[in-house]
């Protein structure tokens, strides 16, 4: 076994226990056509995997990819990122107290409309292709006739008027102004009794769990009864159901009429296909990709089905690559130009790809690209700044001042002691009486960064800003009122709160995304920050600050792929090898609970526990249960919490909120969250709440704490890749202890285990725009 720096055996303990880990439970995927749905867990947020139809992800955005994780994962994996991004909440908060997830989600909804109704003004469609032929052609030609006009377009998932529907005929009025985001917020829809009854006698009747009545109504409105009677497949738009449920929920309902090749089925397949795939980060999938998954749902036509869906409206085709020009045709037809010659043979162009997408994505990216290109291109160079940069605090600080003064739009890269260059940005820009913020995933990002600036009033979370809850508000034009916004945490955002983000900037303002590259992305569709940075669509200042300490060390050498030893003579890194899960779970609270407070001081609530997965005996499920019984032993009179438990809030799909819990009343669980007081209404407390003494990777991404425990157990091999080894072992200030059960497969994975790729049209889009010769 490879062993790490700082390497210190035996000072956490000897107690060895001897359990194994957990078999993957039969079944877990599921009978095939057989089982009834389900009902969803909403919590789970799932996380990006690489493959359309890979097992789901769960809680607030992480797969583990471990055997041992199937048996969580199959009903709960899509429920809140479906319930978050796709349905109204069903009930209606009060007006004057609205969440960060609805306002943000306003927004999000806010957003759609509009750039639906700028799609709407276009003349054209959104793909080009008179040079494909054959299938690719045909799906071309069907979404033509579809936007045109020319075939009906009725959409398979087509939501009543009050939820963001996909595809909305926009009127014949000049675009609206930006509006705040509370004012975009709409009334909830209200559940009636006899929606819900309805839904429960089909669904009963179909076999599938009453528990998912509500669900159905939220994603389909108060006619879900009769839709899902006339087309029981459309119970695959519901959170957690997967298509051998649906299957049977549909012969149970048709009889056996209905085949693998009906069109409803077929349909819905194709839009599950391309949700799965954004839930593992994809905004577009190739369309062999998603012909293949048909195929193994047992559709007889995968090329007849891709057709029909698209001519129905369900996913919007796209192309990428070159076209062949006219004379490249006639060259291939055998034409030849006046010197008689043929075409130059010898020309080599990128194949054309056919990508398969959902609207709402689609349409995000080019709103997306088209708000980067207008602070682009709309941004004057400051003069008056070279002061601010010869007084920086650092050479990359200068720098990244000097170049913000002269472009709209920075990418800026580095590490953790990165984060002061953007604080000196925003600090030298306040100093010239410029409406400056910083913006951060988590409220401890938010902590960090106003303890940089020195003024609490300079930081923000970004879904505090974009809801109005925090920051300058809104101007009189409806933009945020900032000359400068810096996102720092870039890698967190997704294509959808992006595309608010920069919809909601004047035009002059500037933005700086400043991240580090290394970490995981983000938990929602889309890499926005990375696919920015390969663009080149905007200037890069790339930080010269290396992290400090041994921890800074070690977290270096693993970004460029080396698991190097370095000195820890402070024991700043240690190392405890296990033997099997049970053992891992042993030592794990034996160093939250002894070790690290008596060698380091940190107290039990300032170590944080990362793993891999949720499922197996040693996810965060089994670790937080483990470590509530040592640290804060009790009934769970609250919904199974008690006061003094550590958990993490899920408001909104790929946001986890750390917290602690307070008390619980009649309105609901009552949490402190970074001291930020938050009320859980009962309803919710079930499927957005869990404890959280243990996270996973993409839950602690963006947050710090004074120490990490990061848990490797033998059946987490799988699950490791180096943005993952990167993201855990970064989240240590002053101690990183390592319960190392995985062998080889740790440097393997450093070495030889890159980011997941995703599928997205984001830098394309970025590279055809026209940009500045700053930008070059």
Not at 369 to 391: F, I, M, P
């Amino acid at each position: 076994m490879t062993a790490l720096p700082g390497e210190t055996p035996g000072t956490v303990g000897t107690d060895t226990p001897q359990d194994t880990v957990s078999p993957p439970e039969a079944g877990a995927e599921g009978p095939e056509h057989a089982e009834a749905p389900d009902a969803p867990d909403a919590s789970d947020a799932p996380d990006p995997s690489d493959a359309p139809d890979a097992p789901d992800a769960s809680e607030g955005g992480e797969s583990s990819g471990t055997a041992a994780d199937a048996e969580d994962d199959d009903a709960s994996g899509d429920a809140e990122a479906e319930a978050g991004a796709d349905a109204a909440p069903a009930e209606a908060a009060p007006a004057a107290e609205l969440s960060e997830a609805q306002a943000e989600l306003a927004a999000q909804r806010e957003l759609r409309e509009r750039i639906e109704k700028r799609k709407a003004e276009k003349t054209g469609p959104i793909a080009a292709g008179t040079g494909l032929s054959g299938t690719a052609a045909e799906l071309l030609a069907a979404v033509r006739a579809v936007e045109s006009g020319e075939k009906a377009g009725t959409a398979f998932f087509d939501r009543p008027a009050e939820a963001p529907a996909a595809r909305r005929p926009a009127p014949a009025a000049a675009q609206p102004p930006r509006t705040s985001a509370p004012d975009a917020v709409r009334t909830a829809r209200t559940v009636t009794p006899e929606a819900l009854d309805a839904v429960r006698a089909v669904l009963t009747e179909g076999g599938a769990p009453e528990a998912l009545a509500r669900a159905a109504v939220g994603a389909l409105g108060e006619q879900a009864a009769e839709l899902l009677r006339t087309d029981p497949w459309r119970l695959l738009a519901l959170p957690g159901v997967r298509p051998e449920q649906a299957d049977g929920f549909a012969r149970a309902l048709l009889g056996a009429g209905c085949g693998p090749d009906d069109g409803r089925r077929t349909a819905a397949l194709v839009g599950w296909v391309l949700e799965r795939a954004a839930l593992q980060g994809h905004t577009a999938l190739d369309a062999d990709v998603v012909r293949t998954a048909l195929a193994e749902r047992a559709v007889g036509d995968p090329d007849a089905a891709v057709r029909d869906a698209v001519e129905e409206g369900v996913a919007l085709v796209f192309q990428e690559g070159d076209e062949p020009s006219a004379d490249d045709a006639g060259a291939a037809d055998g034409e030849t130009d006046e010197a008689g010659d043929a075409g130059d043979a010898d020309v080599v162009r990128e194949p054309v790809q056919v990508l398969l997408g959902l609207d709402r994505y689609a349409l995000a990216e080019e709103s997306l690209a088209d708000g980067l290109a207008r602070l682009v291109n709309a941004c004057e160079k400051a003069a008056d700044w070279a002061e601010a940069a010869a007084s920086a605090p650092s050479p990359s600080a200068a720098e990244l001042i000097r170049t913000t003064a002269a472009a709209g739009l920075v990418a800026h890269s580095g590490g953790e002691a990165a984060r002061a260059e953007p604080a000196a940005l925003i600090t030298a820009a306040r100093g010239l009486g410029l409406r400056a913020l910083g913006a951060t995933h988590s409220e401890d990002g938010r902590r960090r960064l106003a303890a940089a600036t020195g003024d609490p009033d300079t930081a923000v979370t970004l879904s505090g800003l974009l809801s109005g809850a925090q920051g300058p508000g809104r101007d009189e034009d409806g933009a945020l009122a900032l000359d400068l916004l810096v996102v720092l945490d870039a890698p967190q955002l997704d294509v959808e709160g992006a595309a608010v983000l920069v919809e909601a900037l004047a035009d002059g303002a500037r933005l700086v995304l400043s991240g580090d590259p290394g970490v995981l992305g983000s938990a929602g569709a889309g890499r926005v920050f990375a696919d920015v940075l390969a663009s080149h669509a905007c200037p890069q200042v790339v930080s010269r600050t290396p992290d400090p300490g041994p921890i800074g060390e070690l977290v270096s050498g693993i970004g460029i792929g080396e698991l190097n030893q370095v000195d820890a003579p402070g024991k700043e890194v240690v190392i405890v090898p296990v033997r099997d899960a049970g053992e891992a779970v042993h030592r794990t609270v034996q160093l939250v609970a002894d070790s690290v407070p008596r060698a380091f001081s940190i107290p039990s609530g300032e170590t944080q526990v990362i793993t891999v997965g949720h499922g197996g005996a040693a996810g965060t499920r089994a670790l937080n249960e483990a470590l509530k019984q040592r640290l804060n032993p009790g009934p769970g009179r609250f919904g199974g919490f008690d006061p003094g438990d550590r958990v993490v809030h899920v408001p909104a799909p790929g946001r986890a909120v750390p917290g602690v819990v307070l008390s619980a009343d009649a309105e609901g669980l009552r949490l402190d969250c970074g001291g930020v007081p938050v009320v859980v209404p009962q309803e919710r407390v079930e499927s957005s709440v869990r404890h959280g003494w243990a996270l996973s990777a993409h839950q602690a991404a963006g947050m710090r704490w004074p120490a990490a425990v990061v848990v490797l157990p033998g059946d987490a091999a799988q699950g490791l890749s180096r943005p993952w080894v990167y993201t855990a072992f970064g989240r240590g200030e002053r101690h990183l202890s390592v319960v190392h059960g995985v062998d080889q497969a740790l440097p393997r994975a450093v070495a030889q285990v890159p980011a997941q790729e995703r599928t997205t049209r984001l830098r394309p889009l970025l590279e055809a725009l026209p940009t500045p010769d700053a930008a070059s």
